[in-house]
């Protein structure tokens, strides 16, 4: 199994509450992304990074922001947790770029109320 | 944009076959995949196919065809275990090779 893990693993916060979630990954692979899995809507990419302080916007980016400092990092930032961003969010991982094989992590159950 | 569609819901009996299918509809296919996904725990890969034809992995077998913009995961000699989603992913060179995910089909299977 690749070495990613993500905290935390579950999380229950209040509207308008910033929220972090971390993934951390011990592969040293290029490319990492977020993703979130709704009912009827499979996983959805809100943000990829494609080496340190470089990323780009997915599918579904707004009301998220994304950082990395290190290779091993990845944060994910709700500067103001909505309702609708109550999901389970999957950290990937990918070796070298966009068209190897990507890697779960165990993913963070978020619960905004 | 892109269009996956799979089977919401399938049921088969333990030692039995079950095909799950997937079609899509996409500018730039450049590789399809297919993960497993046990309630409550992160998707596993699968399979990958580029490439028409029937890649097997023991008892598991995808299958491709562009033309059709169709796939299929094959389970052949089910076990109980192999009660979980199966996530069908195609990844688009027009979209900088991101991965599109269909919805997903929970496959229970029975004794």
């Known amino acids: 199994d690749a070495g990613i893990t993500q905290s935390p693993r579950h999380k229950v916060t209040e509207t308008g509450t910033p929220v972090t979630l971390r993934c951390h990954q011990t592969?040293?692979?290029?490319?990492m992304y977020w993703y979130r899995q709704d009912p009827g809507h499979g996983l959805r990419l809100i943000h990829y990074?494609?080496?340190?302080?470089?990323?780009d916007k997915g599918e579904v980016s707004d009301g998220y922001s994304v950082s990395r400092s290190k290779t091993e990092d990845f944060l994910l930032t709700l500067e103001s947790a909505t309702s609708s961003q109550t999901s389970v969010y999957f950290c990937a991982i990918s070796e070298r770029d966009a068209t190897d094989t990507q890697y779960f992590g165990p993913g963070t159950r978020l619960t905004v109320l | 944009g892109q269009n996956i569609d799979q089977p919401t819901e399938m049921t088969a009996t333990e030692g039995a076959i079950v095909q799950i299918n997937c079609t899509y509809q996409?500018?730039?296919?450049?590789?399809l995949f297919w993960y497993q996904q046990h309630a409550g725990e992160a998707p596993t890969f699968l399979s990958y196919n580029v490439l028409d034809g029937l890649e097997e992995k023991g008892r598991f077998s995808s299958f491709l065809s562009r033309s059709k913009g169709y796939s299929y995961l094959l389970l052949k000699e089910l076990q109980m275990k192999d009660s979980a989603s199966y996530l069908c992913a195609v990844r688009d060179q027009a979209a900088g090779n991101k991965l599109t995910f269909g919805g997903g089909t929970r496959v229970l299977v029975k004794p």
């Open positions: 592969e040293n692979h290029r490319y």
């Open positions: 996409t500018s730039g296919f450049n590789g």
């Open positions: 990074s494609y080496g340190v302080k470089d990323t």
